[in-house]
């Protein structure tokens, strides 16, 4: 990791004397994966077009009472996989855990208007709002919204606690449709997914904090990521065979990732990061509480080629929406 970290640590130095001359190549792995209903389209609005809408609460955490906080999400509660020892990871763990604040990450399904299946990563920021990209509910290069988005929490190994709660997405408001520049798009590549049932009241939901870039890169090693990557469980590996779902359907959870700079509004960051893992939460433990700070979205090479760098959206266009 400090190898890895260190690299990161270059490559956003070269970004910084270089970012403005970079053809922002957001999507070169930023799409979600592609894996059919009867489509529902949500009802789509952009930020500043939207009247009267605020969500419910102050940006702070919901715990429900029948579920315990744990800082492990790689100890299992379902019984299938409490004898599997944790051996041999990568430096990502499979989420296997059900308590909070685990349960309130879940997994994206979408359809395109061209019929096809995607999926990104959510997570419940109020009893029914999911917070993920735009680029995971509009596809950046036709500007097509999808016909048909679902939100299936705590996915693990394409299992749910209930399947009663995947919950339909109603609305969409959104912080882009891809037709401003290449630098709006990155810096406004955010939705909010309004669904059709409270199920963060069960589930619990994350609460957030938007923090200056200065404060997030100075807190070096301190982030979570987790994300539904498409590379993950890699199950030709002996100690990842029994996830027989495939690769998509358990989230992966990243510790100890960093925000390594940030240029042009826009957020660098080391935690590991796939197709599939667009629209999941970067957190951040704030007295004692997890809570958002960064929203991954996409990656992009460095001008010479030779170097990846992830890129975060930052959260405060959440500030105008809470009451």
Same mark, same amino acid.
């Given at each position: =990791?400090?190898?890895?970290?260190?690299?990161?640590?270059?490559?956003?130095?070269?970004?910084?004397?270089? /970012?403005?001359?970079?053809?922002?190549?957001?999507?070169?792995?930023?799409?979600?994966?592609?894996?059919?209903?009867?489509?529902?389209?949500?009802?789509?609005?952009?930020?500043? +077009?939207? #009247?009267?809408?605020?969500?419910?609460?102050?940006? #702070?955490?919901?715990?429900?009472?029948?579920?315990?906080?744990?800082?492990?999400?790689?100890?299992?509660?379902?019984?299938?996989?409490?004898? &599997?020892?944790?051996?041999?990871?990568?430096?990502?763990?499979? =989420?296997?855990?059900?308590?909070?604040? %685990?349960?309130?990450?879940?997994?994206?399904?979408?359809?395109?208007?061209?019929?096809?299946?995607?999926?990104?990563?959510?997570?419940?920021?109020? !009893?029914?709002?999911?917070?993920? @990209?735009?680029?995971?509910?509009?596809?950046? !290069?036709? &500007?097509?919204?999808?016909?048909?988005?679902? /939100?299936?929490?705590?996915?693990?190994?394409?299992? =749910?606690?209930? !399947? *009663?709660?995947?919950?339909?997405?109603? @609305? $969409?408001?959104?912080?882009?449709?891809?037709?401003?520049? #290449?630098? !709006?798009?990155?810096?406004?590549?955010?939705?909010?997914?309004?669904?059709?049932?409270?199920?963060?009241?069960?589930?619990?939901?994350?609460? %957030?904090? *938007?923090?200056? *870039?200065?404060?997030?890169?100075?807190?070096?090693?301190?982030?979570?990521?987790?994300?539904?990557?498409? +590379? /993950?469980?890699?199950?030709?590996?002996?100690?990842?065979? /029994?996830?027989?779902?495939? #690769?998509?359907?358990?989230?992966? $959870?990243? &510790?100890?990732?960093?925000?390594?700079?940030?240029?042009? @509004?826009?957020?660098?960051? +080391?935690?590991?990061?796939?197709?599939?893992?667009?629209?999941?939460?970067?957190?951040?433990?704030?007295?004692?509480?997890?809570?958002?700070?960064?929203?991954?979205?996409?990656?992009?090479?460095?001008?010479?080629?030779?170097?990846?760098?992830?890129?975060? $959206?930052?959260? +405060?266009?959440?500030?105008? $929406?809470?009451?």
């Amino acid at each position: =990791m400090k190898n890895k970290l260190q690299s990161k640590q270059s490559i956003a130095l070269f970004i910084a004397v270089t /970012f403005s001359a970079i053809t922002l190549n957001i999507w070169v792995n930023a799409n979600a994966q592609t894996t059919t209903a009867k489509p529902t389209p949500p009802k789509y609005t952009k930020l500043q +077009d939207v #009247k009267n809408f605020s969500i419910k609460g102050n940006g #702070k955490a919901f715990q429900p009472n029948n579920l315990q906080q744990t800082n492990k999400p790689d100890k299992a509660d379902d019984q299938e996989f409490q004898r &599997r020892a944790i051996i041999g990871w990568d430096d990502r763990v499979p =989420m296997l855990s059900r308590q909070y604040p %685990w349960s309130a990450i879940g997994r994206i399904q979408g359809l395109t208007t061209e019929g096809k299946d995607y999926h990104c990563t959510g997570t419940l920021i109020s !009893e029914d709002v999911v917070l993920t @990209n735009a680029h995971c509910v509009i596809d950046p !290069e036709t &500007r097509q919204f999808s016909q048909k988005i679902l /939100f299936s929490p705590n996915v693990i190994n394409r299992k =749910m606690k209930d !399947e *009663s709660d995947i919950a339909q997405v109603q @609305n $969409v408001i959104y912080g882009t449709d891809f037709t401003g520049t #290449k630098l !709006e798009n990155q810096t406004n590549d955010w939705a909010l997914l309004i669904l059709n049932k409270p199920i963060g009241l069960k589930y619990g939901y994350i609460g %957030w904090k *938007s923090l200056p *870039s200065s404060t997030l890169t100075k807190n070096r090693n301190k982030y979570i990521f987790v994300g539904y990557s498409g +590379d /993950f469980p890699n199950t030709d590996k002996e100690n990842y065979r /029994f996830f027989t779902a495939g #690769k998509g359907w358990t989230a992966s $959870v990243q &510790r100890n990732c960093s925000i390594v700079g940030e240029e042009s @509004n826009v957020l660098l960051h +080391d935690c590991d990061a796939t197709g599939g893992s667009s629209g999941g939460a970067i957190i951040g433990v704030i007295g004692n509480q997890p809570c958002i700070v960064a929203l991954n979205n996409a990656e992009i090479k460095t001008r010479d080629g030779r170097g990846i760098i992830n890129l975060g $959206v930052k959260i +405060d266009f959440l500030e105008g $929406v809470y009451r």
